[in-house]
């Protein structure tokens, strides 16, 4: 079973959109997780990840300072919060569980990938 993205969506370059990423096949000791995404005609990229405890994170270059990752304590549930998004943004989005135990920006540490949720800006 793998994770389950959503809160995707068509929005205009400037205003914010949330992800929320939802692993309902652990119940225990969740893992890390991570963003990724892909445009079309474009490799994966990273994205974000957090810690099992949600107290470490990571940001690409390309949208730190705009992109907000946050782990709910109690369910596990992940969010990415997009603010300021730009047309650069474009791309499907997918969450993933971290296979370690640490943190990581490297998409061969991530298994069980979702399938992903589109996120369309338009300027």
């Known amino acids: 079973v793998r994770p389950v993205e959503s809160g995707g969506g068509s929005v205009q370059a400037g205003t914010s959109l949330t992800l929320s990423c939802e692993d309902s096949?652990?119940?225990?000791?969740?893992?890390?997780m991570g963003w990724f995404r892909q445009a079309p005609g474009k490799e994966t990229e990273f994205v974000a990840s957090?810690?099992?405890?949600?107290?470490?994170?990571l940001y690409a270059d390309s949208v730190k300072g705009r992109f907000i990752i946050s782990k709910d304590g109690a369910e596990g549930t992940v969010f990415l919060q997009m603010n300021n998004l730009k047309s650069a943004d474009t791309a499907t989005y997918h969450c993933?569980?971290?296979?370690?135990?640490?943190?990581?920006?490297?998409?061969?540490?991530?298994?069980?990938w979702g399938p992903g949720t589109q996120v369309t800006v338009s300027s």
């Open positions: 957090i810690s099992r405890s949600g107290g470490s994170t």
């Open positions: 993933a569980a971290f296979l370690g135990a640490g943190i990581s920006r490297t998409r061969v540490d991530f298994g069980s």
């Open positions: 096949a652990r119940t225990y000791d969740k893992p890390g």
